[in-house]
């Protein structure tokens, strides 16, 4: 039997990513690396690597070591197919990750200190998953990318924009129609109109099961000064925001300033929405 190390069709390593002797496996495809703040570049050299995993487990102390910089020659693993960077502390990432163009899965679930994704994420054309729960300073993805990932199964969660430049509006959730299981739209309040809501088109995204619109006002509006048309405006889109009726399973409505609720699809005996809820929190 060949040596595992001189096997050319070497698959799986999982150590320390600072141990210099996992750089001489040119043909690793897999990769597991423990805690670290940084990634030597000779990293980078394993160019044949399909899944790369630098994540740290959510259950270690926070004070233990976690990647903070994902090195920019990082493009050069063309053939990586999974990233997997969740509970580190990258603040973002750098626009060289565009140029995995054969990514198909990317998890930054619990980054907390995330606030940035690459401007020309839609460069990323086969990516399937992207995962970023638990990301509470992520308030913005950059416009001209999320909405040409059209193949795109799993988004956890949208950010409306507040309206400036640099930011998603929410018709770009139009045509991604095979997004599946969770789906979490938040900033809802900077929706202008429910024509500008109606283009999302739930009805035609048939596989979500979780479904959470939050509007993001505080505490449903008792903190802030919201006026009567504001009030109108959220009754709108949340009535333009009409689900499937046979894939949702659970749905959340947060911090909602209308006076009419629930609205209309929610109400129909006998084609309403709530057939096969199993679970609804208004909050």
């Given at each position: 039997m060949e040596n595992s190390n001189t096997n050319k069709y070497v698959k799986n390593y999982k150590y320390d990513v600072e141990n210099p002797s996992i750089y001489e496996a040119k043909k690793l495809r897999t990769l597991i690396g423990k805690a670290s703040k940084s990634v030597p570049s000779t990293l980078y050299q394993l160019t044949c690597l399909r899944t790369l995993d630098l994540s740290r487990a959510y259950y270690i102390d926070i004070d233990s070591p976690a990647l903070e910089v994902l090195p920019s020659e990082v493009n050069r693993l063309l053939h990586l197919r999974y990233l997997d960077l969740s509970n580190t502390r990258l603040k973002e990432l750098r626009e060289t990750v565009r140029s995995l163009v054969n990514l198909q899965t990317l998890k930054l679930n619990y980054c907390y200190n995330l606030c940035k994704l690459p401007e020309g994420i839609g460069e990323l054309s086969n990516l399937r998953h992207l995962e970023v729960e638990g990301t509470h300073f992520l308030n913005y993805y950059p416009q001209g990318g999320i909405e040409i990932l059209r193949h795109l199964r799993?988004?956890?969660?949208?950010?409306?924009?507040?309206?400036?430049?640099?930011?998603?509006?929410?018709?770009?959730?139009?045509?991604?129609?095979?997004?599946?299981?969770?789906?979490?739209?938040?900033?809802?309040?900077?929706?202008?109109?429910?024509?500008?809501?109606?283009?999302?088109?739930?009805?035609?995204?048939?596989?979500?099961?979780?479904?959470?619109?939050?509007?993001?006002?505080?505490?449903?509006?008792?903190?802030?000064?919201?006026?009567?048309?504001?009030?109108?405006?959220?009754?709108?889109?949340?009535?333009?925001?009409?689900?499937?009726?046979?894939?949702?399973?659970?749905?959340?409505?947060?911090?909602?300033?209308?006076?009419?609720?629930?609205?209309?699809?929610?109400?129909?005996?006998?084609?309403?929405?709530?057939?096969?809820?199993?679970?609804?929190?208004?909050?």
């Open positions: 799993t988004l956890s969660k949208f950010v409306v924009s507040d309206g400036s430049s640099k930011g998603f509006v929410i018709g770009e959730l139009e045509n991604l129609n095979f997004l599946k299981g969770r789906l979490d739209i938040r900033g809802l309040r900077h929706v202008k109109s429910g024509n500008e809501a109606k283009l999302v088109e739930l009805q035609k995204k048939k596989n979500i099961r979780d479904l959470e619109l939050n509007f993001g006002y505080d505490n449903g509006g008792e903190n802030e000064d919201v006026s009567s048309e504001e009030e109108m405006i959220m009754e709108d889109v949340l009535e333009n925001l009409e689900q499937h009726k046979e894939s949702l399973e659970e749905l959340v409505i947060l911090n909602y300033v209308g006076f009419m609720l629930p609205p209309t699809w929610m109400l129909s005996v006998e084609d309403s929405v709530l057939s096969n809820i199993i679970h609804l929190d208004l909050y």
